[in-house]
């Protein structure tokens, strides 16, 4: 069920059977050569659509648009800056809670939106308790990162070995061809990039990883392998959603 | 051309060639009985793909979650507030800044973005000069709102007269229902539907349209007259960008 | 009624009949070679007090300074931020509500605080909620801009056809010049003027429009003039104003 | 020379010979029983305009509504947030630093600005250095509060003792009185009334004061005492103005 | 007592018989050549703990960095913006009385920090009063200024004379040699040093201000003096205390 | 050295010979029946001053609030709200950058830190771009959680196993015995502990964690295990932080 595609009758018929939303979340940067822009976002909304069908979960439209502030020396990324995001998400969570909805798990396809989305959590609950919004002691937050669900990190090494790297990895570049086969990219790869860097500022990124690539070779993804990161993702993430929501 | 479906070194590239960037902006909220809650982000989001194809324009990734405060007393709806909306315009558009961007073209599927998306274009022409970004006083931001398209005013009278009303239109479930044929909704709807009341808060707001339409009958609405809108807006909308492009 | 010239005890007793507040609102800003910097705070004050007598309605003091930050390029302009302006409007809204008013009725000399003000009332309504306010539900703001008064209108094609233009307009350098007489300005007008250019960031307005006026042609006011609009403004917005008090 | 009369040629030549420019703040507040709620506004004001006068000084629009929270429990009281009032200042310092200005004068008749002022003062000062702005690091802001005038409490001594008070002065009172005869209030005044308490939140400022008079008999008021105190504040105020624009 | 080594179920205990608490304030600043960069929370700091021994009262960890801007100019200063100190001091006071502290103390070490302190109590109350904290209406901040204390500066005056000064003063400087004997410094002082010059920004100051000092001779100061001036704090400022409890 | 302890030619000279700070940051927090609340800002604290000496590091004031919105339901939590330290984070590192320090090395006593900490870092290199300071994109922050060091991590498991717990755990209690020996507290601890719960609001925290501790048994600490915790983590955080200072 996408939230998107429901009517507001519909939602209220969903929160009598759950308080559970799925809401994805990706960001808008660069991916090295290769890579699409939209990668992040692109394999958490396929991966939150596949969650929501298994779990008869409603999934919420895609926040696109994360933070990305190390990446902004690349065209075509856009990025919040936290304290924004924060208050993205303080809004979609206070507007949601009114409406019934106590437990959010959000699918993230970017490690730069995790520190963030924590910090978000810990200060919406205290806005939720401001406001005294009925149920604000019992709406929990969690954040699932899909590409560290223990099976795709097992098939990633399985695969691609050091090749996976850490960033415009072949694993997330796999899923996006998966998901639109008909914007699989070819660019001249240099076979040496770096590793292992810290990430600093901006600027500071684009002199340490010049191609945008940390560490890996997205050559190496397929299709077919992206439609198996798919698989494990939605399996592993659906049960995790599905325990999220019988815990207390 | 969609940046999620580019790569950086595509859109360094198209930055040779155009300074200009379509964004849809929608909104995420109740349409009446039948309609999506994902209407206006779904029309804004398809209408600007089509301009993007014939206008050879990049177009952002779609901004899903607006300004609808006043609908939050229905469930589904997700609203940020005014002053969120409008630091995430200024990250969007700081960080498109810095890429080389200049021209934005903001194409909304929501009446209630648009004071907060005019404010917002004030604050960022300001916070571009604060930040002495290159280019910043060639900045330019306009918003064309696709249901007032004369095109598509004039056939939304043409086909629905007064029953076209100002919130969950015959037009826009029309247009929902042509990109999601098979979302399409059925609900009992009253013959009697309030119009013409003005817009305050949220309790105040369903007190005075409890079902959430404002004068309109979407049960008008039929696929084929989605796909004669959007033929429509799509024209008008290309026509206008290019001209928006060729302006000094 | 002006509440500057009340005492609370008086105020105290207003509220048991009325809880509406007239609140001008203008701008300080460049307004042509001959028009006053302060021309629209000086025209919503003016008309706000005659409105106030009319109606029997409490008059707020002014707010001098309101959104012109595409005037700042020009000296003597005064701007606040969209941003600012909002939390102002909030402090104004909340501090009053707290003491029983309901509606708010702002009377507006100035096309750029539109949207902020629109922008504003949304964030206030969610604000009062929040907050739980008595009445919070039943708080009402409305933007009247007396320039766009149907007669202020007419009168002002009547007088003026196209010269009257969209900044530094003859009708409201007429209504300063009623107002104050003695700062009535003489300076040579270069005969043409530029006009229908959008508008952007400052920089870019005073490079479309080097004088400041916007099409229009001052040099046609008359005090004479000015008062048949004020005459007009008062009696169209007193209506319109004890409509909105009645209006449920 | 008020900046709301002039137009912006006119202080383009003004900042030729000058940079000072005069900024009234007062409140919109409580003043006791027969205390104008204009009061602080009214006696900034007038005799900011006094001072400009004397000093042929610009003289800004006055701002109406400072920081009175402590006084909101009375209907009437319009207030800022302390965090607000410094967006304010720092929006108004940096938009006429932008023109050429580096004095801010600012005429205060509120005792409960002050300190929000000077925070303000430091928070523009380190704006205006992020900024980069033109002589960021030769702009000076500077608090005159009237009523602290040497000449002004020592009259005010003279003719009242210890029945000053400390808010809903007579001195106060008077000047408002000889600003606007037809505004004279009467209303019973309880002979006792509490003085010296400390100021908190609003609730319990009622509860210590609960006409809203701080130790003051404003019956002992007139017109003629509120022409000395003008006369003597003015002087003292243009002195001091004249002295501050030396000042390197 | 000190918050910091205690339990909460110490603090739970202390509850029930005082809801006081005393805040150390102080400065991360320049202190002339051979001034402490910590000199004013050191002194806030020790004076603190010496209060609350002598009056049973629990002592908060001190606030080590204050609003300093004005001496950012010299290398080792840090200081929060005035607004950013204000929501510190926001977020303390709200922590504390959800626990069932009202009384709030602050020792202050800095008179930088005073308007901003001040602005933030106002503000606070406020928030306290939307949040309907239980006794939001009795909460009570409080601002006692070692420095100012009369035995303190009455001592100051009998030892130093003119050569007390306003910053990097020998009462200072003596106090931090008596709490850390071992971080006393040497560095030649010219004899000829500015004073009375106002404070506007930090490029500013240390033009006006070349090595820091503002009219003092910080070499008078002795440890010896230093406990004079701590002996006499602590004793005025908790028989401050002590009354600020008993006050209603 | 500590930065207290210092003037502001030493720092001055210091920055000749290294661009480095360590910053300790802390918690006001409980930390079940026997923890000291002071816990994470006394051994954040202790272990920076240890690699201070050891490293010849200059060691800023201890940020002794953190992000410890979690524990509020225990009295005498104080916390930030993690915008706030976002906040405070952004002002310590630009006044610092202002003076050219550009290596700043947390170190951390508190988990809940962490996420904001990591987000602050992120927004500070941007807020250091907008602001074009020198050195801007050489700027690096780095957090380093002294509890996590794997020398720290190995003898917790040794000394206590799985009675280590996750907060008020004997390793971090056992080093505030050994830094403040006549503070070492006695009370009832029930056997069972909860433990692996997950964290959302303050409410909800305590109602899974009744006496504040994490599956912890803090009996087991004792001085001397505090000693050899404090002596492995000011060792490996010292090699860390010149590593760090070496680190292009």
Chains 1, 2, 3, 4, 5, 6 share one sequence.
């Not at 939303?21 to 692109?42: K, M, N, R, W, Y």
């Not at 694993?171 to 008909?182: F, G, H, I, M, R």
């Amino acid at each position: 069920m996408r939230l998107h595609l429901s009517t507001w009758q519909e939602v209220e018929a969903y929160l009598q059977r759950s308080q559970g939303l799925v809401i994805p979340i990706g960001s808008t940067e660069q991916h090295g050569p290769t890579g699409l822009i939209g990668t992040d976002a692109i394999c958490a909304e396929a991966i939150s659509q596949g969650v929501g069908e298994a779990a008869q979960a409603l999934v919420a439209p895609t926040i696109n648009v994360g933070m990305a502030l190390h990446h902004t020396a690349f065209p075509g990324t856009v990025s919040l800056r936290p304290s924004t995001l924060m208050l993205v998400i303080r809004d979609y969570v206070t507007s949601l809670v009114r409406a019934g909805f106590t437990k959010f798990f959000f699918i993230n396809g970017h490690g730069g939106n995790v520190a963030t989305l924590k910090a978000a959590f810990s200060e919406c609950y205290q806005v939720l308790a401001d406001l005294n919004l009925l149920n604000a002691d019992r709406v929990q937050c969690h954040v699932a990162n899909w590409y560290m669900c223990s099976s795709v990190y097992k098939l990633a090494q399985e695969l691609y070995g050091n090749q996976e790297g850490s960033h415009a990895t072949p694993s997330e570049v796999a899923l996006t061809q998966y998901v639109y086969p008909d914007a699989i990219k070819q660019a001249p790869l240099s076979p040496e990039v770096p590793s292992g860097e810290p990430i600093y500022g901006a600027i500071d990124f684009r002199r340490r990883y010049p191609d945008g690539r940390m560490g890996s070779n997205p050559a190496l993804a397929t299709p077919e392998h992206g439609k198996q990161f798919y698989d494990l993702a939605v399996k592993e993430l659906t049960s995790r959603y599905l325990e999220f929501l019988s815990r207390e």
